[in-house]
């Protein structure tokens, strides 16, 4: 009964779940995480698909040398574990949890019953799965052809744009040691276009967030720097 709670309770879930047929729907256990808690290491192989249910993730892979990049953060309605679950094979990237998380999670097993019996399921993750690395692709290219100051605007705007708040100022959760994971840069380099940004007054800067006090301006900021 907490599953089906869970799923009732949030929309994304219960959108992605709605054609999950009974059998495969028992089979989901809750499994909740402290912040900081390491819940797959990378170079590892888990047995697991995972939905977040509350919370943020990092989601981000370690070189030999122990320098530390950051592909994404994840929030609630995100999942994770598919690229690796269908051949077993190990984490590419390691799953962080940056706060308390919540996530429902399911064994491959029954995972791979789900995804052969519901076709709802099998192309709602062909569609996400797609768009994912349509974002993957482009930021890969921006990485390369744009300046730091476009990209922090551009990740912001996105933040904004895909969070569907109109609140001012509009908090993104992410920090500048988060930052300069995911964009591979140094922390000195975050900070200056941070302060940048800030004595424009299009942002402002706490510990663990970032907020848009101007989305205008800062997109005027981003189509500047664009062209940089």
């Not at 892979?61 to 999942?79: H, L």
Request: charged residues 30%; aromatic residues 12%.
């Amino acid at each position: 009964m907490e599953i089906v709670d869970i799923i009732e309770s949030n929309a994304l879930i219960k959108d992605m779940l709605k054609h999950c047929p009974y059998d495969i729907l028992k089979r989901w256990e809750r499994k909740d995480y402290k912040r900081g808690e390491v819940i797959c290491q990378q170079d590892m192989v888990h047995d697991y698909f995972y939905i977040i249910i509350d919370g943020y993730v990092n989601i981000s892979r370690t070189a030999e040398n122990g320098r530390k990049y950051s592909q994404s953060i994840y929030k609630k309605g995100d999942y994770f574990g598919e690229l690796e679950i269908f051949d077993l094979k190990p984490y590419i990237c390691s799953v962080e949890a940056l706060t308390d998380t919540k996530t429902i999670r399911i064994k491959r097993k029954y995972f791979l019953q789900w995804i052969s019996s519901d076709l709802y399921f099998s192309l709602y993750i062909t569609r996400t799965l797609c768009d994912s690395f349509y974002k993957l692709s482009k930021l890969a290219g921006e990485n390369t052809l744009y300046s730091l100051k476009y990209r922090i605007c551009n990740y912001l705007l996105y933040e904004a744009d895909s969070s569907g708040k109109k609140d001012w100022p509009l908090e993104v959760r992410i920090n500048k040691e988060q930052l300069s994971e995911q964009f591979a840069v140094t922390s000195r380099s975050i900070n200056r276009v941070l302060q940048y940004l800030k004595e424009k007054g299009l942002i402002d800067v706490s510990n663990n967030s970032i907020f848009i006090t101007d989305i205008e301006g800062l997109r005027a900021e981003e189509k500047i720097s664009r062209e940089e």
